[in-house]
């Protein structure tokens, strides 16, 4: 490590900033914004700094030219932001004559200090450094870390904080005060405040410090049934994520894929409950029933379900079961294998030219037999959506054809959609089965059949849409004295 990292405290303390262009801007605003009192040096302030000065006529004190030896002598740290070499160099010789803090913008070697980039949620702010080598990585880091951090999460962090003291004088010790810390934070009273519900969280936190030290509180835990989406992690929620990072246990099954398996809690038990077609590992009850039994004892359970989990996922029974068994459950919807093969494959659902409206089906009938409600899906200008078909796509192009579709319309197969081995065949009702056979279709696929095929060629994304999230990164050679202008 090549720097110390430390949070200066700096209220009521004196920073100087010598220039009146962004940068001058942006020290100023997080100077103020950790309560300090800046003086802005420069004979000519651009609009945005004068703007900012104008704003904060107490804690901002403005001279119209470049800073002087008088200005630095009683500051806590200064900051060159003018770009010209004779002023920089001027505050550098003040800075070590008054031994005084000093970062100059683009010169390290003149530099006391680095600016870190920052994610702000006070009073939690993370501070982001690669030691000037590579602001650019510091900047991806800090988009990821800000996708984590809700913005109410500093909220969040002041509401729990008033009940320090009574979690203080009800638990005494150390161990036992982070635990209750950590699922007040990251359990339902966090969850109920982070979606509004105030009141709620501070039932549920006054509730369990009651329920301490009482035999008659068990410990129950919960069972959170998330949608993963179709397989491109990138389709996770937030929410997803945030709950991955939190389960115990993991419950998955094959349409969850090592990408986003990772994205789990290092530390989480991983239980494979399969599901192959016609091969079930575990029955469904047996799936039911174990989260039910994991989550009495005391476990945060995740069932990570491929999609959406009331989307043909069977989710809607399994926590039937532990609705009846009294535990606790939440829901979190994912993209649904159909929405998310449309947007990668540039087949739209609907369109105004082509459909009206579209309809999600499975073929997945008992024993191979199809059992559909042909008279909804022979509907002009609709787009039909067929989950689990492609075993069954010789009855299904049967049934379209001898119910008087005709032969020419189009259809197309999305086979293993929105991950890097998506494959689409397109064609019609007349050819699709063979191409399907010379395609060897194998992976979880949806059929579409209607008009909106047609657009495939056309709006069919580039290939490297999804390689947007890859951590690809130029390291700058030269190395900066900040991480973020
Ligand atoms: C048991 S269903 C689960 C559907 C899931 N709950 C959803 O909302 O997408 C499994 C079927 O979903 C479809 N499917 C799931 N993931 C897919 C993907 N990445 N590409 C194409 N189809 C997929 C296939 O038809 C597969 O046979």
């Known amino acids: 490590m090549?720097?110390?990292?430390?949070?200066?405290?700096?209220?009521?303390?004196?920073?100087?900033v010598d220039g009146g262009g962004t940068v001058a801007v942006r020290r100023v605003e997080r100077a103020l914004s950790a309560g300090a009192n800046v003086i802005s040096c420069d004979p000519t302030p651009e609009e945005e700094l004068q703007a900012l000065i104008d704003r904060n006529p107490n804690a901002l004190t403005s001279f119209k030219r470049p800073a002087q030896r008088e200005d630095v002598k009683n500051a806590t740290v200064v900051y060159g932001a003018s770009e010209d070499?004779?002023?920089?160099?001027?505050?550098?010789a003040w800075s070590d004559e008054f031994k005084v803090l000093c970062n100059v913008a683009d010169e390290p070697d003149i530099c006391d200090f680095i600016t870190p980039s920052i994610v702000d949620r006070s009073p939690v702010v993370v501070a982001i450094s690669t030691g000037g080598a590579a602001p650019v990585v510091a900047r991806t880091l800090r988009a990821r870390i800000e996708t984590m951090l809700l913005p109410s999460f500093g909220q969040l962090t002041e509401f729990v904080g008033g009940f320090r003291q009574a979690i203080a004088n009800k638990i005494s010790?150390?161990?036992?005060?982070?635990?209750?810390?950590?699922?007040?934070?990251?359990?339902?009273?966090?969850?109920?405040?982070?979606?509004?519900?105030?009141?709620?969280?501070?039932?549920?936190?006054?509730?369990?410090?009651?329920?301490?030290?009482?035999?008659?509180?068990p410990p129950m835990g919960e069972v959170y049934l998330v949608g993963a989406g179709p397989g491109d992690p990138d389709l996770l929620t937030f929410k997803a994520l945030r709950l991955m990072q939190r389960a115990d246990v993991v419950l998955y099954d094959r349409l969850i894929g090592d990408e986003i398996l990772s994205l789990v809690r290092r530390d989480a038990e991983r239980?494979?409950?399969?599901?192959?077609?016609?091969?079930?590992?575990?029955?469904?009850?047996?799936?039911?029933?174990?989260?039910?039994?994991?989550?009495?004892?005391?476990?945060?359970?995740?069932?990570?379900?491929?999609?959406?989990?009331?989307?043909?996922?069977?989710?809607?029974?399994?926590?039937?079961?532990?609705?009846?068994?009294?535990?606790?459950?939440?829901?979190?919807p994912g993209i649904t294998a159909a929405a998310g093969c449309s947007a990668y494959a540039g087949i739209p659902l609907t369109h105004r030219d082509y459909a009206q409206s579209c309809v999600f089906v499975t073929a997945h009938g008992k024993n191979g037999i199809l059992d559909l409600d042909w008279?909804?899906?022979?509907?002009?200008?609709?787009?039909?959506?067929?989950?689990?078909?492609?075993?069954?796509?010789?009855?299904?192009?049967?049934?379209?054809?001898?119910?008087?579709?005709?032969?020419?319309t189009d259809i197309a197969i999305i086979e293993n959609g929105t991950r890097a081995n998506q494959r689409v065949v397109t064609g019609t009702l007349y050819?699709?089965?063979?191409?399907?056979?010379?395609?060897?279709?194998?992976?979880?696929?949806?059929?579409?059949?209607?008009?909106?095929?047609?657009?495939?060629?056309?709006?069919?994304?580039?290939?490297?849409?999804?390689?947007?999230?890859?951590?690809?990164?130029?390291?700058?050679?030269?190395?900066s004295t900040e991480e973020v202008r």
């Open 271 to 332: 239980i494979f409950v399969g599901k192959l077609p016609q091969k079930h590992t575990m029955g469904q009850d047996d799936i039911s029933q174990l989260m039910a039994k994991l989550a009495k004892e005391g476990n945060r359970v995740m069932r990570l379900k491929g999609g959406d989990p009331f989307t043909f996922g069977r989710g809607g029974e399994e926590i039937e079961v532990l609705a009846n068994a009294g535990v606790p459950f939440r829901v979190v």
């Open 2 to 16: 090549e720097h110390l990292p430390i949070f200066l405290t700096v209220k009521g303390k004196t920073i100087v």
């Open 173 to 217: 010790t150390g161990r036992e005060r982070r635990h209750f810390w950590e699922r007040m934070i990251d359990g339902p009273a966090g969850d109920f405040f982070l979606s509004g519900e105030k009141d709620k969280a501070s039932n549920r936190i006054e509730s369990d410090l009651a329920a301490i030290g009482r035999d008659d509180a």
């Open 431 to 479: 050819n699709i089965v063979n191409l399907s056979i010379e395609a060897d279709i194998k992976g979880p696929s949806i059929i579409m059949i209607g008009g909106v095929v047609t657009l495939h060629q056309l709006l069919e994304p580039a290939k490297a849409a999804s390689s947007e999230t890859t951590f690809e990164m130029s390291i700058s050679a030269n190395k």
């Open 85 to 92: 070499n004779v002023r920089d160099q001027r505050l550098r």
């Open 375 to 408: 008279d909804v899906l022979l509907r002009p200008s609709q787009t039909v959506a067929i989950y689990m078909g492609t075993s069954n796509l010789d009855k299904l192009v049967d049934g379209f054809v001898t119910r008087g579709v005709s032969e020419m």
